[in-house]
């Protein structure tokens, strides 16, 4: 059973650009949450996600960032217009149901070198 | 808001030492909390996850302990060895998400 595989693993863009950062969940795991990571700094809840739902997008910056999580296919997550500060690793976890009982995975994260 | 801190910071101790790393929150309205290891360069691994209502977990050399109403937990290392060295983070669940502490900084050396 895969883990939770994240890509790209690393990925640069120049400002303005757009980057794309794709997970796909442990399989089973309906249950995906987006992390940053920034330099120096902890692990920063960005987002919450179900299948075709967003359950709690409270640490997602209001602008330019976005998620989704179809159906089918991977979760998405997509910052348009990318600036410095968005410099970071991003890390994707799964689990396989609200997490109240059952452990978190995460996957390897993506690297986003903004230049 | 939930807070999570881990002290020390960093921590270097020679091969073989027993050590604690502590990790205290605020709100003590928690559902579980979880500890994991982060290598340089790679995702979080899961070590030990402890449920609100229970007191401690253990996992071979590892043990972590949980005092809910005063806010702390521990994660205990036995015999400590080279390869333990990485950085250790702590997280509370609290409902939707994880708060993470920003980790203990581990070297054990040879």
């Known amino acids: 059973n895969a883990g939770v595989m994240q890509n790209p693993r690393h990925l640069v863009r120049r400002r303005g650009q757009e980057a794309r950062l794709r997970c796909s969940p442990m399989k089973g795991h309906s249950h995906v949450y987006w992390y940053r990571q920034l330099p120096e700094e902890g692990l920063k809840f960005m987002v919450y996600?179900?299948?075709?739902?967003?359950?709690?997008e409270s640490g997602m910056p209001k602008e330019r960032f976005s998620a989704e999580f179809p159906k089918e296919g991977p979760s998405i997550l997509r910052i348009q217009q990318v600036v410095r500060g968005d410099s970071a690793a991003y890390f994707c976890?799964?689990?396989?149901?609200?997490?109240?009982?059952?452990?978190?995975?995460f996957g390897e994260g993506s690297w986003l070198t903004v230049v | 808001k939930q807070e999570v801190t881990q002290i020390p910071a960093a921590l270097s101790v020679p091969e073989g030492e027993n050590l604690v790393l502590n990790c205290s929150f605020t709100d003590s309205a928690i559902y579980n909390l979880q500890w994991f290891r982060q290598d340089p360069g790679k995702g979080l691994t899961s070590l030990l996850l402890?449920?609100?209502?229970?007191r401690e977990q253990t996992s071979g050399r590892l043990n972590a302990s949980l005092d809910k109403s005063s806010g702390r937990s521990t994660l205990y290392i036995a015999a400590s060895q080279p390869g333990d060295s990485a950085t250790y983070l702590c997280?509370?669940?609290?409902?939707?998400?994880?708060?993470f502490g920003t980790g203990t900084s581990l070297t054990v050396i040879p």
């Open positions: 402890i449920q609100s209502s229970q």
């Open positions: 997280a509370v669940y609290t409902g939707n998400q994880f708060y």
């Open positions: 976890a799964s689990s396989l149901m609200e997490i109240s009982g059952n452990t978190i995975y």
């Open positions: 996600l179900q299948k075709e739902n967003i359950i709690d």
